[in-house]
């Protein structure tokens, strides 16, 4: 089996897990910039965590034979410091030009606050003002619902993106129909607890036209699986479902979307 | 609609994943039970699991979806400020 991991944070993994990725048919890792668990204090730790992604990481990845690529942003949490915001998105231009650099992510919100809203609009204007994908963050938990449509509201405002160059993850249930039928793609994120599990993620590609879903695992420094994805094809794959399908959702699927950015390589197409 | 989804019998769904929703529940039974053992009332958290559980019950199909948004803060307009980082899980409105 191949496989994508079109969304984990492998600053904060070990080695082991890019070993046990690899074993497991990933083929390619791509990364977007979060929250480190703590809000930094200046765009200078921006700035070297931007050289971690595009500098660092790939070199950490490529021991194991596995192509890295990231998106750049100042993540919704720490966007209620407008200072700090304006400070970061002014470094980003910078960091689009570096070769695994595949658009802005992962924007969006987090509390559904006025502050996250105009961080999120700057985001959205960068992005077409550079002319770049944009992976969106959708809020935790109770705040998911509310915090989707805000944002989905704030893409079409702008007026120029356009929605396939748009991927929302962490949909569920009661975000992921709304999402497709406005045109954009949707992330399923599997997590051991909040976001959906492999078991919800398998029903709910049973339940929409998967053509434009991918999966992650969104692995971090919390409680989270590196191996998600290949867990859940192993859900479809012990319903029935034909390896073709599975390959279709877990590989096909995220290098579709990734390859509408010149600087992604279908790793197939490598080989 | 999907794309194609493999045909199957209820049982053989429930051959699959009938024992990972029976563990489940009798965790769920256990939680329940835990919190009558502690002080003090229920939070806004259990107030929602407990609000919840009645769509379980329900005939239609969604009750994931169902679950979730009655979880939603069902407001429409950007807050002006946060005093958390954290979502607590459940809506602390919901009644």
């Known amino acids: 089996m191949r496989y994508i991991e079109p969304h984990g944070h492998m600053v904060s993994r070990t080695t082991d897990d890019y070993q046990a990725m690899a074993l497991a048919g990933c083929a390619a890792i791509c990364e977007p910039a979060f929250w480190a668990g703590f809000d930094r204090k200046s765009a200078d730790g921006f700035y070297d965590y931007f050289c971690q992604l595009t500098q660092i990481e790939p070199k950490r990845a490529a021991k194991y034979g596995l192509p890295h690529y990231s998106w750049l942003c100042i993540n919704p949490k720490e966007s209620e410091d407008m200072a700090l915001a304006a400070d970061v998105l002014a470094l980003i231009p910078e960091f689009l030009k570096a070769p695994t650099v595949l658009g802005i992510g992962e924007i969006g919100l987090n509390k559904n606050t006025r502050n996250e809203m105009k961080v999120l609009e700057q985001h959205i204007g960068l992005a077409v003002q550079y002319d770049q994908m944009i992976l969106v963050h959708t809020p935790h938990l109770e705040d998911k619902r509310k915090g989707t449509r805000l944002i989905m509201d704030a893409l079409k405002a702008n007026g120029v993106v356009k929605p396939e160059r748009v991927i929302i993850d962490h949909v569920e249930e009661h975000t992921i129909h709304e999402v497709l039928d406005q045109g954009f793609w949707a992330g399923i994120t599997l997590y051991p607890e909040s976001k959906s599990t492999p078991v919800r993620a398998v029903d709910m590609i049973e339940s929409v036209s998967a053509q434009r879903v991918w999966l992650n695992s969104a692995c971090d420094w919390g409680h989270s699986d590196p191996l998600s994805v290949p867990k859940a094809a192993q859900e479809m794959r012990r319903r029935g479902h034909s390896a073709a399908a599975i390959d279709r959702l877990v590989y096909g699927n995220p290098v579709k979307f990734l390859s509408q950015s010149p600087r992604f390589k279908d790793p197939a197409a490598q080989a | ?95």
């Open chain 2, 1 to 95: 609609m999907s794309d194609y989804v493999p045909p199957r019998s209820r049982e053989q769904v429930a051959d699959l994943h009938f024992m990972d929703a029976r563990y489940k529940l009798l965790d769920l039974a256990a939680f329940l039970d835990r919190l009558d053992r502690a002080a003090g009332g229920d939070d806004h958290r259990v107030r929602g699991l407990r609000a919840a559980l009645p769509l379980l019950l329900e005939k239609d199909e969604g009750r994931v979806a169902r679950i979730l948004t009655l979880w939603s803060d069902p407001s429409v307009t950007p807050i002006e400020k946060a005093d958390t980082k954290a979502a607590s899980g459940v809506w602390p409105g919901l009644k």
